[in-house]
């Protein structure tokens, strides 16, 4: 069995290195089959990555997780397994086909949602640092001894 450390090093050094090198052979012979072949492989490795997030945090108790995982990314990009595409094909270009309508809507708002989201946010930081530092400016007043006392 190999562990969390382990698997994390393999699943990054084999999931990224040899499909970058594959990728810049593709792009570089302009081979449009190939480039679509390892388009759909980083599209399948994204979300895998982010489903490996969630799942690192509840799975690793599960035995032979680890060694599925890298037997996943494994399957993904071998080409005697076109997995990649499978899950690619089946799964993840339905899907989005279906809501990329909605996907695009929201890519076009999130600009103008966040430009919104963050000057209130500021807006609000700036009024309650503004109120903080009144605070302890009339704090630090009245801490400070009179002058009249200071004679006493």
Known sequence: MIGYHAAMIFCTAAGTV????KSF?????????ETQ???????VYALFVVAQFMADLILPWV????????AFILWLQ?????????????FIEPFLKAKEEKIDFAIANSGR???????????????????????????TNKAKPSAESKAD
């Open 18 to 21: 040899f499909p970058a090198y």
């Open 113 to 139: 949602l966040a430009k919104e989201h963050s000057s209130k946010v500021i807006s609000s930081i700036t009024d309650k640092a503004g109120s903080l530092s009144s605070e302890v400016i009339k704090r």
């Open 37 to 43: 072949k390892w388009l759909k492989y980083w599209v």
């Open 78 to 90: 071998l080409p005697q397994f076109n997995g990649a595409s499978f899950v690619y094909l089946s």
């Open 25 to 33: 052979k593709a792009l570089r012979t302009n081979d449009e089959e």
């Open 63 to 70: 035995p032979l997780y680890f060694e599925a995982k890298v």
